[in-house]
């Protein structure tokens, strides 16, 4: 759990050291500080108070904001998208280097491909059709869903559900952390589910109660700390 509470620290430090430079207006992009919603050019696009959008087919580098959201459109490139209070969404056919999040949701549409990791503290993590992360997919809190996609490393959080339907493939395996006493509610067992033509290879490692169901006809690695109860057709009863 270190790494996350390590992570929330160095976003709110950056924001209140003003590291993450903007534009003073909503159309160009530079050194200056600024606040202000923007939108992305080919060198990038950062403020402090405000949102960032990356237009489709545009070509861009960092992107970065602290209260705000990042949106980049169809078919686009970008290289780093990070935010600490505000969600994070790729358009279609979208790529992307990583994307990072405190408190915010992240996701991924059709065929959008990200290639290191996928990181958030307090918020859920989707993937579409064909969103491919080439890292690993990270949070705390909130639920992670993936629908025919593939991840190539390892999922992992402390206190989130996590499901994986559609014939999606993760290479890395699962692990679900014992969360600090006091940060959580530790009533709340997280669900996992892997559906029906879905692959997790590698180790599913569970260090705290969770409820573990896998599909008669998906594939999954060694489990360590918990006990899967397998079904049949398309999702679990209950």
């Not at 992360?133 to 490393?153: W, Y």
Request: charged share 15%; net charge negative.
């Amino acid at each position: 759990m270190s790494r996350y509470l390590r992570l929330a620290a160095i976003a709110a430090l950056a924001a209140s050291a003003g590291c993450f430079n903007a534009p003073q207006s909503a159309s160009g992009n530079g050194p200056a500080l600024g606040n202000g919603n923007l939108t992305a050019d080919s060198q990038g696009g950062n403020t402090v108070n405000g949102s960032v959008r990356v237009l489709d087919h545009e070509k861009t580098g960092d992107v970065t904001t602290v209260n705000g959201s990042i949106e980049v459109g169809d078919d686009a490139t970008v290289a780093d998208a990070q935010t600490v209070n505000g969600t994070i969404s790729l358009g279609s056919g979208t790529s992307a280097n990583s994307l990072s999040t405190v408190n915010g949701s992240i996701s991924l549409d059709d065929g959008a491909r990200v290639a290191l990791t996928v990181r958030a503290v307090n918020g859920s993590l989707t993937l579409h059709t064909g969103a491919d992360v080439g890292g690993s997919l990270v949070n705390v809190n909130g639920p992670i869903n993936l629908n025919a996609a593939h991840v190539g490393g390892r999922i992992t959080t402390a206190n989130g559900d996590i499901t994986v339907e559609g014939a999606s493939h993760v290479d890395g395996g699962i692990l679900v952390e014992k969360p600090q006493e006091g940060w959580f509610d530790l009533t709340h067992e997280p669900r996992i589910v892997i559906g029906p033509g879905s692959v997790v290879a590698g180790e599913l490692r569970f260090d705290r109660k969770v409820e573990l169901y896998v599909s008669d006809k998906a594939k999954i690695g060694p489990v360590t700390g918990a006990t899967p109860l397998r079904y049949p057709g398309e999702g679990p009863v209950g």
